[in-house]
């Protein structure tokens, strides 16, 4: 369904595995810098969405939404009355209020292709290897192939885990036979991923804002998600998240949008 997706990414990703030669021929980094490339690309969106979110920001803040929101709380308009004037607010202010939306929906088809890319790659099985080949448009990719899927300490096609800490519990306390893994990139991936809601989610001094509400539960929420596939998924995946994070949150602060305070910050201001 997503082939013309997930072949591009394939064949993109082995040529930078390719071009990188045989001294640093990891698979991690051409995820990483594919990475890069993607985000370089998605650059006009992510300003795009940032513009968004301030402009929504504002919305929160305006003397005519306020009234608006507490004219609905008290039950004054109905819903159908809210949202006409709503979007009165919104066309008199020139916010689009899908703005923010569209990077995000983005990302979902780049994600399972990226899922399917790395999956397909890292072939290893003389079945994987045989349905892989013919998809591949590069010259002399059989010479290429299996790909080294080790990078740091993890496989790139298995759900990554750090067992360092395992072998010295197990060392030190040898009855305990620690063989746990610490899931160190869905861990990285919560908190990177947690960060960069909190830079969309526009702050709000209306206690009445139920749209600020619902984006203050997905910067919750999302992170989570985002965290449970790291953990259950190839960790080729979750270096994509990670790194697709770090740097979504460099270009933040290129633009003079990195707000640390605003990162930290767990409550909204409280109204005036």
Same mark, same amino acid.
């Given at each position: 369904?997503?082939?013309?997706?997930?072949?591009?990414?394939?064949?993109?990703?082995?040529?930078?595995?390719?071009?990188?030669?045989?001294?640093?021929?990891?698979?991690?980094?051409?995820?990483?810098?594919?990475?890069?490339?993607?985000?370089?690309?998605?650059?006009?969106?992510?300003?795009?969405?940032?513009?968004?979110?301030?402009?929504?920001?504002?919305?929160?803040?305006?003397?005519?939404?306020?009234?608006?929101?507490?004219?609905?709380?008290?039950?004054?308009?109905?819903?159908?009355? %809210?949202?006409?004037?709503?979007?009165?607010?919104?066309?008199?202010?020139?916010?689009?209020?899908?703005?923010?939306?569209?990077?995000?929906?983005?990302?979902?088809?780049?994600?399972?292709?990226?899922?399917?890319?790395?999956?397909?790659?890292?072939?290893?099985?003389?079945?994987?290897?045989?349905?892989?080949?013919?998809?591949?448009?590069?010259?002399?990719?059989?010479?290429?192939?299996?790909?080294?899927?080790?990078?740091?300490?993890?496989?790139?096609?298995?759900?990554?885990?750090?067992?360092?800490?395992?072998?010295?519990?197990?060392?030190?306390?040898? %009855?305990?036979?620690?063989?746990?893994?610490?899931?160190?990139?869905?861990?990285?991936?919560?908190?990177?991923?947690?960060?960069?809601?909190?830079?969309?989610?526009?702050?709000?001094?209306?206690?009445?804002?139920?749209?600020?509400?619902?984006?203050?539960?997905?910067?919750?929420?999302?992170?989570?998600?985002?965290?449970?596939?790291?953990?259950?998924?190839?960790?080729?995946?979750?270096?994509?998240?990670?790194?697709?994070?770090?740097?979504?949150?460099?270009?933040?602060?290129?633009?003079?949008?990195?707000?640390?305070?605003?990162?930290?910050?767990?409550?909204?201001?409280?109204?005036?």
């Amino acid at each position: 369904m997503l082939d013309f997706i997930i072949n591009p990414f394939v064949n993109i990703l082995l040529y930078i595995y390719q071009f990188l030669g045989a001294g640093v021929n990891d698979f991690g980094w051409a995820i990483l810098i594919f990475t890069i490339l993607i985000r370089l690309a998605l650059y006009p969106l992510t300003k795009s969405q940032m513009d968004s979110a301030k402009s929504m920001q504002k919305l929160n803040e305006h003397p005519d939404y306020i009234k608006l929101q507490k004219k609905k709380k008290e039950g004054k308009i109905d819903q159908e009355k %809210f949202a006409q004037e709503q979007m009165e607010l919104y066309r008199q202010l020139g916010i689009n209020p899908f703005g923010s939306c569209l990077p995000t929906l983005l990302q979902f088809p780049i994600i399972i292709g990226m899922y399917w890319a790395v999956t397909k790659a890292l072939a290893t099985s003389p079945l994987q290897l045989i349905e892989l080949i013919p998809e591949i448009s590069l010259q002399n990719a059989a010479t290429l192939l299996p790909l080294n899927s080790h990078f740091l300490w993890m496989d790139l096609s298995q759900p990554e885990r750090w067992y360092g800490l395992a072998d010295i519990i197990t060392k030190a306390l040898p %009855f305990l036979n620690g063989n746990g893994g610490i899931p160190i990139l869905a861990i990285l991936v919560v908190i990177t991923s947690y960060f960069q809601s909190k830079m969309m989610t526009p702050t709000s001094s209306n206690p009445n804002d139920q749209s600020a509400a619902m984006s203050r539960m997905m910067a919750l929420y999302v992170p989570v998600l985002m965290g449970w596939i790291s953990y259950t998924y190839s960790a080729g995946l979750a270096v994509y998240f990670v790194a697709s994070n770090l740097v979504s949150l460099m270009q933040y602060g290129l633009m003079g949008k990195l707000d640390f305070s605003k990162l930290l910050r767990r409550k909204e201001p409280a109204a005036k």
